[in-house]
């Protein structure tokens, strides 16, 4: 590991100008590749206190061994250099988009002196002209087997054009006209030329005009009853409107943009995008990439945008980009965008109407590939192996954590505090095991007490199970238990062990695990540590990641363990931690949702869901069961005496609920059927 003051500058060397920078490697290779607006106080940042560095920061500036930089004029120069060098020297701890496939696209070869309509993969070729990407080969196929009935353009390989040309017979397509064939000199060169650029004006987006130009031709024919023609021509526009039809308008005035959109984690971000042309989808494309670089969602913007306009010109570059956040600044990325297309190009977010919805749809689309990327990465059982093992590795565990819970903690400012606990196993989750807890021992917001509480709950069942089953016998005299578990007083015990499985043992907390995680620094861990020891165990181990630096922090330690960017080991505890937090915050929404529909018989004790809604029901609305006598109230099948009286003493003691009002008119709604209504639709929520 380097000392960055061992190379850092001498005050007064960096210029305040524009520039590209590159942080090298003891052996000479580029591992960081930057810009900025003014290289001195940018590079200056990089040479502070290692404590105040992004951990990932940290790790490039104690990895590289030198520093050196080039002055550009402008910073539309910095980023065009940026990109030249990323793309040169692949630096290890810069983003890179990777492709989560290779997409296909529709390509028309206008270098050759007969162009050819093909689908192609790869990276783009000069003199090539590509539409899409699209999804899939076979929407491609469909797509130009409709256009060739108009444009009939050569399809086949240079061996099977060649072979065509020297035995003079064209192939089937030319028999069928769906090939102009000028293999055997039926067009020239020059009008074989002009169907493809046709063909390539098409699907560019320019359709109007074409249309409107065979309906005239259409309507000639007819005129001069050459109706074979017409009928033909006919067929044309109807094959090339059930080509377009295959994308459905999605923005008006023929608008030509890309819209990008990016769901990131902590380590991850997917990146989608939705090429528009003519106000319609003409193709999407995806990449997943690894955050090895300290970058908010603007930077993941503007890398996005170096990788898709990178080496493209001219109309490949739209009118119109639309991005979910604006790279800082973004003046000079729109200017290289501009510059690349040769006019014009807005570069911006949208607000409102139809590309806002299209945003959002796409936005759907990056979230959904970014959880299916992480499925596929969790679903693999080697990957899954890596990670157990960097983990036990890191945590100094005797052997792999194949059982984890994960506790989190969650409320709104102090009200409905609640916890929930996750279990994976050998890596995946294992929901019918997830528990969630209300904290009762205290009220207010003390997430540290509230850790020490729960872990605390859960291993006193544990404990408790394992003794209700007879896996260990009573506990001897004196202060411990066996496996040196202390003696468990009568009260800890007083509750039944809960349901039993198949195999007659206890479903619920009968299973310890080999790992806690807290999701939490420091004081977290010290608690969930604390009520361990309380109870004497000793055989399970606790860490807890720290969610803004992605640090696992260890009991009694003085620093955090930091693992590698790329450990499948981090990513493991990430996805157990981010699953508690869901489960937790999903509780307690539920719990506040729940506190704010309840109503006046939500409190009575003894009254379920049945006879609430049996009263309701009798009595039509609250107002006349809060009017109804004890005696009355017994009338309703199912509620006793005793009921009766704690039903209409909850009711009393309640304040009548304010009437309703029309707003239209400013009369008094009686609540009969609305309260009626209402609590019946409580009834079934709850």
Excluded at 100 to 126: C, H, I, W
Excluded at 228 to 249: C, P, Q, S, T
Excluded at 323 to 341: I, K, T
Excluded at 453 to 469: A, C, I, P, S, W
């Amino acid at each position: 590991m380097a000392d960055p003051s061992s190379y850092r500058p001498k005050p007064g060397q960096i210029p305040e100008s524009p520039g590209v920078y590159k942080f090298r490697d003891e052996h000479g290779r580029v591992i960081y590749v930057g810009k900025a607006k003014s290289l001195r106080p940018r590079l200056s940042s990089y040479f502070q206190d290692l404590a105040n560095l992004h951990p990932r920061t940290r790790t490039m500036v104690t990895t590289a061994a030198s520093v050196e930089w080039t002055m550009v004029s402008t910073e539309v120069e910095a980023l065009q250099l940026e990109y030249s060098w990323i793309k040169e020297f692949d630096p290890r701890f810069n983003v890179k988009y990777r492709d989560d496939k290779s997409y296909p696209s529709l390509a028309v070869t206008l270098n050759e002196e007969f162009p050819r309509v093909q689908v192609m993969r790869g990276p783009k070729k000069k003199g090539v002209r590509y539409f899409g990407p699209y999804g899939h080969a076979w929407a491609i196929r469909e797509t130009v087997d409709l256009m060739l009935r108009v444009f009939p353009v050569r399809t086949c390989s240079a061996g099977v054009f060649k072979r065509s040309a020297q035995i003079g017979r064209p192939c089937l397509l030319g028999y069928i006209g769906k090939c102009s064939a000028p293999c055997v000199g039926r067009v020239t060169a020059e009008e074989h030329r002009r169907l493809a650029e046709e063909f390539c004006d098409f699907m560019a987006g320019r359709t109007g005009t074409y249309l409107r130009r065979l309906e005239e031709r259409m309507q000639e024919a007819a005129e001069e009853m050459e109706y074979e023609k017409a009928a033909r021509l006919r067929d044309d526009i109807g094959a090339l409107k059930r080509a377009m039809e295959k994308n459905a308008v999605v923005l008006a005035d023929a608008t030509d943009a890309d819209l990008i959109a990016i769901a990131e984690d902590e380590l991850e971000a997917a990146v989608q995008i939705f090429h528009v042309r003519g106000g319609r989808v003409r193709g999407q494309r995806g990449w997943v990439t690894d955050k090895v670089e300290a970058v908010d969602t603007a930077g993941l913007v503007e890398h996005a945008l170096q990788q898709l306009y990178g080496e493209e010109k001219g109309d490949a570059v739209p009118k119109e980009v639309l991005v979910p956040a604006l790279p800082e600044p973004a003046e000079p990325v729109a200017q290289w965008l501009s510059d690349r297309r040769g006019s014009r190009v807005d570069l911006r977010i949208p607000q409102r109407g139809d590309k806002k919805d299209l945003m959002a749809t796409v936005a759907r689309n990056a979230q959904q590939a970014l959880a299916l990327h992480k499925t596929k990465r969790a679903s693999d059982l080697t990957t899954r192996s890596r990670a157990l093992e960097e983990i036990a590795e890191a945590l100094e565990l005797d052997s792999a954590p194949l059982r984890i819970e994960c506790f989190d903690i969650s409320h709104l400012q102090g009200e409905d505090v609640v916890a929930s606990m996750v279990v994976f196993e050998d890596g995946l989750a294992r929901k019918s095991e997830y528990r969630r807890f209300q904290i009762k021992s205290f009220a207010g917001q003390d997430d540290v007490r509230a850790m020490h509480e729960v872990v605390g709950r859960r291993f006193r069942r544990y404990l408790q199970e394992k003794t209700d089953t007879g896996e260990w016998g009573p506990a001897p005299d004196g202060d411990a238990a066996p496996n040196g578990h202390p003696k468990q007083s009568e009260e800890e015990f007083a509750a039944p062990a809960g349901p039993i499985d198949e195999s007659g043992r206890p479903k619920r907390f009968a299973y310890p695990p080999q790992l806690v995680v807290v999701d939490g620094g420091r004081p977290q861990v010290a608690a969930a540590q604390r009520a361990l020891d309380e109870l004497g165990i000793d055989d399970v181990a606790v860490c807890g990641l720290a969610k803004r630096l992605e640090e696992v922090w260890l009991p009694g330690e003085e620093d955090p363990v930091v693992l590698p960017r790329s450990s499948e080991g981090l990513y493991l505890l990430q996805r157990v931690r981010d699953e508690a937090h869901r489960f937790a915050i999903t509780y307690q929404r539920g719990k506040r949702a729940k506190s704010m529909k309840a109503g006046p018989l939500d409190t009575v004790p003894g009254l379920g869901d049945s006879r609430r809604q049996a009263l309701l029901k009798h009595f039509g609305s609250l107002k006349r069961l809060r009017a109804a006598t004890v005696e009355q109230i017994c009338e309703v099948p199912g509620v006793g005496r005793k009921t009766a009286e704690t039903v209409a003493a909850a009711l009393a003691m309640a304040a009548p609920a304010a009437p309703a009002v029309n707003t239209a008119t400013g009369e008094i709604i009686e609540d009969e059927a609305a309260s009626a209504v209402s609590s019946a639709t409580r009834g079934t929520d709850r």
